[in-house]
């Protein structure tokens, strides 16, 4: 039944993708979606939900919030500054709990922060690749993950590692 609702869904975008209801488009569309769901079945059971955990995500917004201000601050520092002290990295973290979910939100919340992007998620590995603009201590590059990695744990549902 998901299927049908999900095809549904495609057919919808479909139509509205192209800006009108004809024949052509519902076979089209339902063609594409069958297609679609076929090449990219989704991979959760029906019966597994996921977690979701309030005061978990309350500490994960304001972590972040708390984030954005400083971080802002140093990448416009940088912007404005005459001479570029820019030491631009990358690091591999693996996740503490590599679920999809957790991976996910993990490289949202990362691309929320100036200065640095998710490069590459590897969902059988858990492993994500993060790109710093201002990488001057892998260490606490490693820390500030560490620390968004059990964020995003605990607002899963889990228990801080």
Known sequence: MKA???GAVLVVFWFLAWGELSLANLVTGV??????????PPRRSPTERIGFAPL?????ALYVLGQ???????????????RSRVHSGVVEYRL????????NL????????PGTMAVEAVPETGVLTVHF???????????SLRRIDQLVHATLGGRHP
């Open 133 to 143: 603009l201002l990488l001057d201590d892998v260490e606490r590059a490693n820390a």
């Open 56 to 60: 978990g995500a309350a500490r994960l």
């Open 4 to 6: 049908v609702r999900r």
């Open 96 to 103: 503490h709990d590599p679920s999809d979910e957790a991976l």
């Open 31 to 40: 063609v594409a979606a069958a297609l679609l769901l076929a090449v990219f």
């Open 68 to 82: 954005l201000v400083p971080s802002n601050l140093l990448v416009a520092r940088e912007i404005l500054a005459p």
């Open 106 to 113: 993990m490289a949202h919340v990362i691309a929320l922060t």
